[in-house]
């Protein structure tokens, strides 16, 4: 059935009341276990909720919606959506294709959003329910692991080291070179600012395996994670940076991988160590959720201050299942300064200032993400 969507506005032209909150983004996420809707909003959404066969209905009090859902929203898992405004409340009512078995819905801050999980089947959850208290425990703690400070730390990543040299350019250039020279670059432009702590996950030309870059991050505490490499390809004619955030597919993998640990070296590790299951899959889920969404929204920025200076592979930020963007409580980000098998762009990443250019343009789309998203006013 062909995805049909009935927008009814029953107020004339663009008014808005002065007291309503905006609804001003919705996305979702088809997980294996589960949909995730959220609705993000300026203000604490008003509202209650109901789910009963295939059929889930929100009123929204004193709310008006300034995004469009209609982009927004999937055939794959919806059949049709219907918006209602009357005067300052909304009825939402959203038909899926399949039937859920289970729900569960919270309100979070910074930014002010609701969630709701539908889940597909009864297990873990059959006979349980998340209690207010329980739900106020997780949100408190996802927050924590969510805030930022006045003095970020932000741990930088020189792609490969070591006997792995990664790419090798057409003039013999290393990949592990180029990384170490813009990462330490970088870090010294971030650390004379003195709104920053940056650290380098190696300084000299070592070997240091994924996961441990990790755990340098954990340990550290990092708000940011920034892995530098320099591409390669067969064909020679591929040119231009990328940038890349975490994939929900490495999302749910890790996220397993989480589960059936006791305890990660983490604020995230530690909060969840002594929760049972349900509260576990649901507070990593949020986190990863909220993880990825930040490194979205700092790739967003950075490819922004890189385009005024070399060409970009990508205008958007992709998405992939690297294991160095896996923390789940850590926004983390991967860039490809450049092709290093490109005859031109090999000759441009050995070039100290044109190194210079990049390493001033990643710290600026830093600051700027953090003087934006600075979540401990």
Request: hydrophobic share 40%; glycine share 4%.
């Amino acid at each position: 059935m062909k995805l049909k969507l009935l927008l009814i506005f029953l107020i004339l032209g663009n008014t808005v009341f002065a007291s309503n909150v905006q609804i001003t983004d919705f996305n979702y996420c088809d997980y294996k276990d589960k949909i995730r809707l959220v609705f993000k909003s300026n203000d604490k959404i008003l509202y209650n909720i109901n789910y009963l066969n295939d059929i889930l209905k929100i009123n929204f009090n004193k709310t008006i919606i300034k995004t469009d859902l209609k982009n927004q929203i999937s055939s794959k898992i919806i059949n049709c959506v219907n918006v209602l405004q009357a005067e300052e409340n909304i009825h939402l009512e959203i038909q899926f294709k399949t039937q859920f078995k289970n729900m569960i819905h919270f309100s979070m801050n910074s930014p002010e959003r609701l969630v709701i999980d539908l889940f597909k089947d009864n297990e873990v959850r059959e006979k349980k329910e998340i209690s207010d208290n329980n739900e106020n425990t997780l949100i408190n703690i996802y927050n924590k692991v969510h805030q930022y400070y006045a003095h970020p730390i932000i741990i930088i990543d020189p792609g490969h080291g070591g006997h792995d040299s990664g790419a090798i350019g057409y003039s013999g250039t290393q990949e592990k070179d180029i990384t170490l020279s813009i990462s330490k670059k970088l870090k010294n432009i971030l650390n004379k600012s003195k709104k920053f702590n940056a650290i380098l996950t190696r300084d000299s030309d070592i070997f240091i395996p994924l996961r441990n870059r990790l755990e340098i991050a954990h340990k550290h505490k990092a708000n940011m994670f920034i892995s530098i490499h320099a591409d390669a390809y067969k064909n020679r004619d591929a040119h231009g940076a990328s940038i890349f955030a975490l994939s929900p597919q490495g999302a749910t993998s890790e996220s397993a991988r989480w589960l059936a640990e006791k305890e990660n070296e983490s604020e995230l590790g530690k909060a969840i160590f002594d929760k049972n299951y349900i509260l576990k899959s649901v507070l990593i889920d949020l986190t990863q959720t909220a993880t990825i969404n930040s490194s979205l929204i700092i790739g967003g920025y950075i490819l922004n201050t890189l385009s005024n200076i070399i060409n970009l592979h990508s205008k958007i930020v992709e998405q992939a299942k690297f294991v160095v963007l896996k923390s789940p409580d850590i926004p983390s980000i991967l860039i490809e300064v450049g092709f290093i098998s490109h005859d031109i762009e090999e000759l441009l990443l050995c070039n100290d200032r044109y190194q210079d250019a990049i390493a001033s343009k990643l710290a600026k789309g830093v600051e700027l993400y953090f003087s934006n998203h600075n979540y401990n006013k």
